[in-house]
């Protein structure tokens, strides 16, 4: 198996190649390239405002159960995350990323305090109905053979985290990004190829290691000195 790298710098562009077998990945690092939206609303629903964020930074997304929320909000150029966790803030809404997704629901409401009024036996309609189960959380870390799974793709100027969600998506997993890494943004283009193989490659040029967590994920995050 060969391997060739190239690196070479170039008015603040960082552009390196190497290939395996018939797998090819590409990558070009813009250091100035970064994914900003433009929101401007005047008393639209938070639904429609959070449908032209992910329009315009062409993510995905699912709203789950969220009402009617008049917003009057003016962002401009403003980074995608940075606008998600704003709107999100001030419609009091809560959201998570499963396989490339961002689900966002109602954010939990804190106890009043009250003592919840009690019905009678008789009269009380949920008595004989079964309680939802609730299903833990994944623990415990995944297997290697996770890494064998096939993925594809071409990217450009994307950010790695958006990379990474696709990458998630393709082989069903969620593979996270570690909040110190910088927000890279590359042009990668990748042949059939495995998993293992690209994050390693990505980690050894971005100076990033590969993490099998507690909790069922992959992370990727700063090499340790």
Do not use: C
Not at 71 to 96: M, Q
Not at 115 to 137: F, G, L, R, Y
Not at 141 to 165: C, F, H, M, P, T
Request: proline share 5%; no cysteine.
């Amino acid at each position: 198996m060969k391997f060739k790298t190239l690196l070479a710098l170039l008015a603040l562009t960082t552009t390196f190649a190497f290939a395996q077998t018939s797998d090819e990945l590409s990558v070009r690092q813009d250091a100035n390239a970064v994914t900003t939206v433009t929101l401007q609303s005047k008393g639209l629903d938070v639904r429609a405002v959070l449908h032209e964020l992910f329009v315009q930074a062409k993510r995905s997304y699912v709203i789950e159960s969220v009402p009617r929320i008049d917003l009057f909000l003016s962002l401009d150029s403003v980074e995608f995350e940075e606008a998600l966790a704003f709107i999100a803030r001030v419609a009091k809404l809560s959201y998570e990323q499963q396989n490339g997704i961002i689900f966002i629901r109602q954010a939990p409401r804190v106890g009043t305090g009250t003592t919840p009024t009690t019905q009678s036996p008789s009269t009380d309609p949920t008595k004989h109905a079964e309680q939802p189960k609730v299903n833990p959380a994944p623990q415990g870390k995944l297997s290697n053979s996770v890494l064998q799974r096939q993925i594809k793709g071409s990217y450009n100027k994307q950010s790695l985290a958006k990379i990474l969600e696709d990458f998630g998506t393709q082989t069903r997993l969620t593979i996270e990004l570690d909040p110190s890494v910088p927000k890279y943004h590359l042009d990668l283009t990748l042949n059939t190829t495995s998993l293992g193989w690209a994050l390693r490659k990505l980690g050894q040029e971005l100076k990033l290691e590969l993490v099998f967590t507690e909790r069922q994920t992959l992370l990727l995050r700063p090499i340790k000195n």
